[in-house]
């Protein structure tokens, strides 16, 4: 039999395993192992002696009682975990990994009775923290029902609670990236293409792109951004009504990767050459479409890894009784590529 | 002060508070929680009066004496949370999440270090056990160097040890479905474009293709699989390379999604009618590459969030002491849309 096979089946040594070979009550190992208590050398040596013997192993998990901290956080994702909360989980891992903090994941797929069970569960489990984050930018209400007697940042979709502590992408800079970059480069009719008006990510980012072309003294070359869904299809739609509008557009700012690649799509099949006659700036970095269109995609890159790391620190910070209310803005970066 | 603000900087009632207002000793406050130990009934009670004024939660996570479990799992990824470890965490965490059993995540980035970190902190937590899953379909080693004295279950990417537990992607299966549907619609000169010729995902694949096809007394059109990596651009290259051998190609099977819709996209700009004149095949039932490619791609649709729930309860039976060695087949699913 191997040692693998051994393993799945080895029953693991318990504290009452190690009081009964160390002829002890339970409690008496227990106050010899967290070295409470009054007890005879000899007395705690056996205990110590039974915990190799058996290879036993005090939990971590427990909270102290001189702390009252479990080295835990909640690492909570309102609407599965996608394209836009993995990178963000990941950076929160990777930062609070690095201080030994362990990460208790829940998904509650946007589901209210779902979150307060995950909820009361991090609380009986007496995390230290939460981290809360969606694929959404928009506003959220501040998590309530259980009582959260613990510290929480909200990462990517922010609290509306003013006193909470938020970690966002800078969605205002973004745009201004996006726009100086072509302005820069003398393109001046300049389309937006972007998703649906009811998300932030699409009403905000073209309420930005409206304000620095007139700080440019610009407007867009339709008058008027087009609101419509993620989609390469929504792109391909969009090129194609943009051109019929203002033949002579000569750049597509789009809200999300998938849209700009649409857009190329359409350019490329009409003989229209990017960048040359018409330049294409995409928003979120997802290599999967940047790298995959043609031209590969020059595009505003988010962060996301960044907002879960510093999502993390915010929140030690503040388990650390020294919390940063409001909300933080993580800057994003122009990626230059060939579309632009 | 909100109330948010105010849960923000609230320190959390220790057992030392409980302790201090019900006036007894730390240890007879444990006692009185756990039931263990000899009081009068009115110390028993004081102690409980101080957990309700306090809002005080004995943890869950401290492992039972008497029964030894956590009522936690280690999830641990191997390379990173992509698109393909998503849905598998996604299920495990839907399986143990209704068994109330929480979720410990952690991302070694394929780095040896990083995973003995993990491991070990995952045993000094006293996990029930752990399942570990990756991007790759390639079997890999057992976890070692640690004592890992718990169930451990591989999902996704097999192990190499034959007394383990690993569940996986039915892939002959898969390409049997695959097979099966063009062969049935008469198509009889099959091309096989697939990723690198390393990844067991494409050899098994690539030979599982030969194997249906010698089956149905066919063999591939250019005589051999295409090997090369698992993007569009491959599959774009990859289509007018076969198309000059083999002209009269009428269908291709492919590796990926990702190269299906490459290959769709050159047939498309060729002119050749996708599936009129050339069917096209995926796999991964990707929806961001199945649902933008032109047409839309019918695929293979790999389960994985079955594989994790799968992978769960198989956890779950090994922690009961039913441990079910050996690699479980999870089976694929034909999703038919346009393309074939």
Same mark, same amino acid.
């Given at each position: 039999?191997?040692?693998?096979?051994?393993?799945?089946?080895?029953?693991?040594?318990?504290?009452?395993?190690?009081?009964?070979?160390?002829?002890?009550?339970?409690?008496?190992?227990?106050?010899?192992?967290?070295?409470?208590?009054?007890?005879?050398?000899?007395?705690?040596?056996?205990?110590?002696?039974?915990?190799?013997?058996?290879?036993?192993?005090?939990?971590?998990?427990?909270?102290?009682?001189?702390?009252?901290?479990?080295?835990?956080?909640?690492?909570?994702?309102?609407?599965?975990?996608?394209?836009?909360?993995?990178?963000?989980?990941?950076?929160?891992?990777?930062?609070?990994?690095?201080?030994?903090?362990?990460?208790?994941?829940?998904?509650?797929?946007?589901?209210?009775?779902?979150?307060?069970?995950?909820?009361?569960?991090?609380?009986?489990?007496?995390?230290?923290?939460?981290?809360?984050?969606?694929?959404?930018?928009?506003?959220?209400?501040?998590?309530?029902?259980?009582?959260?007697?613990?510290?929480?940042?909200?990462?990517?979709?922010?609290?509306?609670?003013?006193?909470?502590?938020?970690?966002?992408?800078?969605? =205002?800079?973004?745009?201004?990236? +996006? @726009? #100086?970059?072509?302005? $820069?480069? *003398?393109?001046? &009719? !300049?389309?937006?293409?972007?998703?649906?008006?009811?998300?932030?990510?699409?009403?905000?980012?073209?309420?930005?792109?409206?304000?620095?072309?007139?700080?440019?003294?610009?407007?867009?070359?339709?008058?008027?951004?087009?609101?419509?869904?993620?989609?390469?299809?929504?792109?391909?739609?969009?090129?194609?009504?943009?051109?019929?509008?203002?033949?002579?557009?000569?750049?597509?700012?789009?809200?999300?990767?998938?849209?700009?690649?649409?857009?190329?799509?359409?350019?490329?099949?009409?003989?229209?050459?990017?960048?040359?006659?018409?330049?294409?700036?995409?928003?979120?970095?997802?290599?999967?479409?940047?790298?995959?269109?043609?031209?590969?995609?020059?595009?505003?890159?988010?962060?996301?890894?960044?907002?879960?790391?510093?999502? =993390?620190?915010?929140?030690?910070? +503040? @388990? #650390?009784?020294?919390? $940063?209310? *409001?909300?933080? &803005? !993580?800057?994003?970066?122009?990626?230059?590529?060939?579309?632009?």
């Amino acid at each position: 039999m191997s040692e693998s096979s051994r393993t799945v089946t080895k029953a693991r040594a318990t504290l009452s395993d190690v009081a009964a070979l160390a002829g002890v009550s339970v409690g008496t190992a227990s106050r010899a192992l967290s070295g409470t208590g009054r007890m005879r050398p000899e007395t705690r040596q056996r205990v110590l002696d039974a915990v190799h013997t058996l290879d036993f192993r005090p939990s971590q998990q427990a909270p102290s009682p001189y702390t009252g901290r479990s080295w835990t956080v909640g690492l909570m994702t309102t609407d599965g975990i996608g394209r836009f909360s993995t990178p963000v989980l990941l950076g929160a891992e990777d930062a609070l990994g690095a201080g030994k903090i362990s990460v208790l994941l829940c998904d509650t797929r946007g589901d209210v009775i779902r979150e307060q069970h995950h909820l009361q569960n991090l609380m009986d489990r007496r995390v230290d923290g939460i981290i809360v984050t969606g694929r959404r930018t928009d506003p959220r209400p501040p998590l309530e029902g259980v009582h959260v007697g613990v510290p929480v940042v909200y990462a990517l979709s922010p609290s509306t609670g003013p006193a909470d502590i938020s970690v966002v992408s800078d969605d =205002a800079q973004g745009c201004q990236l +996006a @726009i #100086d970059h072509l302005v $820069t480069a *003398g393109h001046t &009719r !300049i389309a937006h293409v972007t998703g649906p008006a009811h998300h932030a990510a699409a009403a905000d980012r073209a309420r930005y792109t409206e304000q620095f072309l007139a700080d440019a003294s610009l407007q867009l070359v339709t008058g008027k951004p087009h609101f419509g869904d993620w989609s390469e299809a929504w792109g391909r739609r969009a090129a194609e009504m943009v051109l019929r509008t203002a033949p002579d557009t000569d750049a597509f700012f789009c809200g999300n990767d998938q849209i700009a690649r649409g857009v190329t799509d359409t350019l490329r099949e009409r003989g229209i050459s990017v960048p040359n006659q018409v330049a294409v700036v995409g928003y979120d970095n997802w290599d999967t479409m940047t790298l995959a269109a043609r031209p590969p995609l020059t595009t505003i890159d988010v962060n996301l890894t960044e907002i879960g790391r510093i999502a =993390a620190l915010r929140l030690l910070d +503040a @388990i #650390d009784d020294k919390p $940063t209310p *409001g909300i933080h &803005r !993580i800057p994003c970066r122009l990626v230059v590529r060939d579309s632009a």
